[in-house]
């Protein structure tokens, strides 16, 4: 009850943090709202006040007083200025690394707790000021013999913090589910789980550790990114320790005015160096806004933060790749069945009526240069036949369209001519040729071998069981020929067989 009470305070206290900044039905959008919504929106800005600044100005301040989890929520927002505006992406930009930092002694103190004080005082002598403070940790420089090393270390009490804003979310995601049987639809509660569950994993550096060292090992193949090696002995649980980057983050303007710098073939590395982990090995880096991607003296882009990492299986990757090259070569009918195949929309729809609904969205566009193309309207389209047709949200999938989003929003603010499609089309090739060819049906047939040889193995095990629960009623029945009365379960059975036979009558009859 107490946390009930508590979690719909936090709730409150963040409605009246967005109406006190007039952000809920802003003013400036007066003209283009209906007479219901202008009314509510002028009563909330007798109670809030009178706010300054930009509308993206006052989102960006209303959601850095919120807390950490709604400034991820900023974060978002900011990699879409062909949806939100390009004033208010701006604006909310300020939130990726620009944050106040805390006192050096409190860095200390959480280097000490982590290490002990005398290994603390061995492993980080030469700790430098912060040199950016993010919504959950700030960054150190470390002079070491080794080189320079990148001391990332979590904000004091953050996890706390973090807990008590996502079990909030949760519960006005329950209510939200209960109250409308049209946001069920969405999965409310399932993509408010996915999204906690990914933040309170991105509360223990040493998963960013191994996620940071496994995308090193994919980039080292792939060569798309530089990713800063981990330095284990100086990584625990609030610390994380890597090489030291000497780049400029996309947040900086200079960063795309350096020498010899193609924006064109900037922006379609990103996309590749994405699309190439997401379908070629199912791990790919989800949180790539620009203030976790650098660019480095030669024009090479690196990637830092590894705080998120999203995860696809292999049937995942194929709908993802089949979708895509469908889309490419506007073959819609695939594009459907492949949606219907993955279970992304209900069996009992049309597949012919789908593939027209897509087509009504792939049509329009193609062709077009992607100035021309606007996605906040697509977007709304999208989201209209996902109603029309009953599509629910697949959790599973939520870090992977989010990493999208964010991916072609950045590749959009470096190059406004940007074609997520062209971009995409050889990665998208490749991994259909080796996947789909004589050498991936190869592998496929060697995986079902093994699969079907690791049954086999576990078959002597299964029968053993199998025979045992044979046994087992003979056992029970001799229990009955010695004392006289079933056991439990029998009674238990008979209940559940006459309930069985009162709904069959009562419905024959009905």
């Known amino acids: 009850m107490l946390k009930a009470i508590a979690d719909y305070g936090r709730l409150m206290r963040a409605g009246t943090a967005l109406v006190r900044h007039d952000v809920i039905l802003p003013g400036e959008y007066q003209t283009r709202l209906p ?40 974060q978002f927002l900011a990699t879409r200025p062909d949806v939100f505006g390009t004033d208010v992406a701006s604006d909310l930009s300020r939130l990726k690394d620009k944050l106040p930092p805390f006192p050096m002694a409190e860095a200390r103190k ?5 290490f002990g004080k005398d290994e603390a005082e061995r492993l980080f002598p030469e700790l430098g000021e912060p040199v950016a403070a993010a919504s959950l940790a700030q960054v ?54 996915t999204v906690a569950d990914s933040m309170m994993k991105e509360l223990d550096l ?38 030291w980057v000497e780049g400029i983050p996309l947040t900086d303007p200079k960063a795309l005015d350096q020498p010899g710098l193609n924006r064109t073939e900037l922006a379609n590395s990103i996309t590749r160096g994405f699309l190439s982990q997401a379908i070629g090995h199912g791990v ?47 073959d819609y009918q695939r594009v459907a069945e492949v949606h219907f195949e993955a279970g992304y929309v209900p069996a009992h729809q049309s597949v012919g009526e789908f593939a027209q609904a897509l087509r009504s969205i792939g049509e329009p566009i193609h062709g077009k240069s992607a100035e021309d193309v606007y996605m906040g309207r697509i977007l709304l389209q999208l989201l209209d036949y996902t109603r029309t047709f009953g599509m629910h949200l697949r959790p599973e999938l939520v870090l992977l369209q989010k990493t999208m989003v964010q991916v072609e929003g950045v590749a959009r603010a470096i190059d406004p001519r940007h074609d997520i499609w062209k971009a995409a089309e050889p990665i ?35 029968m053993d069981r199998f025979e045992a629960s044979l046994a087992e009623p003979d056992a029970q029945m001799a229990n009955v020929n010695q004392t006289g009365r079933p056991p439990w379960w029998a ?12 709904g069959l009558t009562a419905v024959q009859f009905a």
Not at 110 to 114: C, F, G
Not at 171 to 177: G, L, N, P, Q, S
Not at 209 to 230: L, M, N, T
Not at 303 to 320: A, K
Request: no cysteine; hydrophobic share 45%; charged share 30%.
């Open 140 to 193: 150190h420089k470390l002079e070491t013999a080794d080189g320079p090393k990148a001391v990332k270390i979590l904000r004091p009490g953050v996890e706390r913090l973090i807990a008590q804003e996502l079990r909030a979310m949760k519960r006005a995601a329950r209510t939200v589910e209960r109250a409308s049987v049209e946001s069920r639809r969405l999965e409310p509660v399932a993509f408010t789980e």
């Open 428 to 462: 998208v090739k490749r991994w259909i040729s080796e996947n789909f060819g004589p050498a991936g049906a190869a592998r496929l047939a060697a995986r079902n071998i093994r699969d079907v040889a690791d049954r086999l193995k576990r078959l002597p095990e299964v």
């Open 206 to 243: 040493r998963l960013e550790a191994g996620g940071a060292d496994q995308i090193r090992s994919i980039s080292e193949k792939e060569d798309w990114f530089v990713v800063p090696a981990v330095d284990w002995d100086r990584t625990g649980q609030r610390v994380l320790t890597t090489d």
């Open 110 to 114: 959480a280097l000490e707790r982590e």
């Open 35 to 74: 007479l219901p919504a202008r009314l509510a929106g002028r009563t909330m800005r007798v109670f809030g006040g009178r706010a300054r600044g930009r509308p993206g100005e006052r989102l960006a301040k209303a959601l850095e007083k919120l807390g950490p989890a709604y400034i991820k929520l900023g």
């Open 491 to 502: 009674w238990f059975g008979l209940v559940i067989i006459l309930a069985g036979i009162a």
């Open 284 to 330: 790919f880096h989800a949180d790539m806004h620009e203030g976790n991607i650098l660019i480095l003296p030669d024009n090479r882009v690196a990637l830092v933060d590894f705080g998120l990492i999203g995860r696809i299986g292999l049937n995942e990757r194929r709908f993802l790749a089949e979708i895509l090259w469908g889309f490419l070569h506007r």
